[in-house]
């Protein structure tokens, strides 16, 4: 059974820094990894979609990696913002008509 | 072209009682996936709708059921409502096969 874990549950960093956040996953067989943000209360944004044949995805500050052979991914961010703060959140599918499977999220916090 | 839209946004229910969530899908996708979120978790699937029919559903009881209509909207029902079942509930939308979208979700409250 897939298991998705993220680590840390929750970090708090000052304005500018960059971050790492981490994801794994206990089966290597997947379809594809995505990342997504959610504020308090909202609904979730797709940040980055992976397939499970790329390396790394990039838009902007963002930068996700994945390697399935560990069964990891990781997200970073650069020059954070406080605009930034939210809850990320790491999900895989196993194949192309699969349910997604999520991870239970990191809330991040950037202090101005 | 509109996102994904669900409805109502918020609902409060007493326990027991009976409750019917609606999401539309955007445009062209004719998967919907529906997913529990609690407080503090990360969403959680319940199941999903292909040409009207159940196509998959997770570990979640006999009281959640579903309907996909011809186009493609879906609802959301959940019986006999427990405290328990209080959550943003989730709508996700997809062309077969592809990546799925999310809609704003609809939060539960059961007291």
């Known amino acids: 059974k897939q298991e998705v874990t993220q680590i840390p549950a929750a970090l708090s960093v000052p304005e500018g820094e960059n971050l790492v956040l981490n994801c794994s996953f206990t089966?290597?067989?997947?379809?594809?990894l995505q990342w997504f943000r959610q504020d308090p209360g909202k609904g979730l944004t797709s940040l980055l979609l992976i397939q499970s044949s790329q390396r790394e995805q990039t838009s902007g500050r963002l930068n996700a990696s994945l390697d399935k052979s560990s069964g990891r991914s990781t997200l970073y961010i650069a020059a954070s913002q406080p605009g930034d703060s939210a809850t990320y959140l790491c999900?895989?599918?196993?194949?192309?008509?699969?349910?997604?499977?999520f991870g239970p999220g990191t809330s991040l916090s950037v202090i101005p | 072209d509109a996102g994904v839209t669900q409805s109502p946004t918020h609902l409060i229910k007493t326990r027991g009682q009976q409750v019917t969530l609606r999401c539309s899908p955007k445009?062209?996708?004719?998967?919907v996936s529906w997913y529990q979120q609690a407080l503090g978790q990360g969403p959680q699937f319940i199941f999903q709708?292909?040409?009207?029919?159940?196509?998959q559903r997770g570990n979640f009881p006999d009281r959640f059921s579903g309907h996909q209509f011809p186009n493609y909207s879906s609802e959301l029902n959940v019986n006999a409502l427990l405290l328990g079942d209080s959550a943003l509930y989730l709508c996700?939308?997809?062309?077969?096969?592809?990546?799925?979208?999310f809609g704003p979700g609809t939060r539960l409250t059961v007291t």
């Open positions: 996700a939308s997809s062309p077969t096969g592809a990546e799925q979208y």
């Open positions: 445009s062209g996708h004719d998967t």
């Open positions: 089966d290597s067989a997947i379809y594809n």
């Open positions: 709708y292909y040409e009207e029919e159940e196509r």
């Open positions: 999900a895989v599918r196993e194949t192309s008509y699969d349910k997604v499977i």
